[in-house]
T-cell receptor, first 112, second 116 residues
Framework: DAGITQSPRHKVTETGTPVTLRCHQTENHRYMYWYRQDPGHGLRLIHYSYGVKDTDKGEVSDGYSVSRSKTEDFLLTLESATSSQTSVYFC???????????FGPGTRLTVT | KQEVTQIPAALSVPEGENLVLNCSFT??????LQWFRQDPGKGLTSLLL?????REQTSGRLNASLDKSSGRSTLYIAASQPGDSATYLC???????????????FGKGTKLTVNP
């Protein structure tokens, strides 16, 4: 299995509070991604990174920010959590071009 | 915009049956196509990766084919077992409509149930 971990694995938070999810890899892959998975919508890309301090938006980036200060870590921040951000969040990693994408175990976030 | 469709959304078969899951995509200029498996409450496990220059890939009882010109891929599962029960997701990377990006676009999956 690819060396990719996510923390925390479960979190319950209140509306309006900031939340940060962490993705950590040991594979030295260039690309890192954050997805959310919701019933009826499938997997949707939030943000991705193509190098240290290089990030770009995905299709559902509103309300989320990311940072990557080291190759191995990619942080997803919800500045002010809302109930619509209740979801399962997955991190993924990949090399360039023809490489496979590998997924972390996921973080289940509940915003009350 | 690349769109990926998986049909059927759900499939129930008796144990031992051979089955085919379908995936179609709208932009044929892809880098690769990847099939994943997801068990309930779990993450995604990569099953097979087919590069754009390949026609098929095999792993054990699984065989995935790719027809870029028609925008289709199939995942063939031989001699299905109850342990194969899961959701199977198809995803494509790249495509002209995405600027040849490194992003994956996912289908919504096929939920497979193999009955003993």
């Amino acid at each position: 299995d690819a060396g990719i971990t996510q923390s925390p694995r479960h979190k319950v938070t209140e509306t309006g509070t900031p939340v940060t999810l962490r993705c950590h890899q040991t594979e030295n892959h260039r690309y890192m991604y954050w997805y959310r998975q919701d019933p009826g919508h499938g997997l949707r890309l939030i943000h991705y990174s193509y190098g240290v301090k290089d990030t770009d938006k995905g299709e559902v980036s509103d309300g989320y920010s990311v940072s990557r200060s080291k190759t191995e870590d990619f942080l997803l921040t919800l500045e002010s959590a809302t109930s619509s951000q209740t979801s399962v969040y997955f991190c993924a990693i990949s090399g360039s071009g023809a490489y496979e994408q590998y997924f972390g175990p996921g973080t289940r976030l509940t915003v009350t | 915009k690349q769109e990926v469709t998986q049909i059927p959304a759900a499939l129930s078969v008796p144990e031992g049956e051979n089955l085919v899951l379908n995936c179609s995509f709208t932009d044929s200029a892809i880098y690769n196509l990847q099939w994943f498996r997801q068990d309930p409450g779990k993450g995604l496990t990569s099953l097979l990766l087919i590069q754009s220059s390949q026609r098929e890939q095999t792993s054990g009882r699984l065989n995935a084919s790719l027809d870029k010109s028609s925008g289709r891929s199939t995942l063939y599962i031989a001699a299905s077992q109850p342990g194969d029960s899961a959701t199977y997701l198809c995803a494509v990377k790249g495509g002209v409509t995405q600027g040849g990006s490194e992003k994956l676009v996912f289908g919504k999956g096929t939920k497979l149930t193999v009955n003993p």
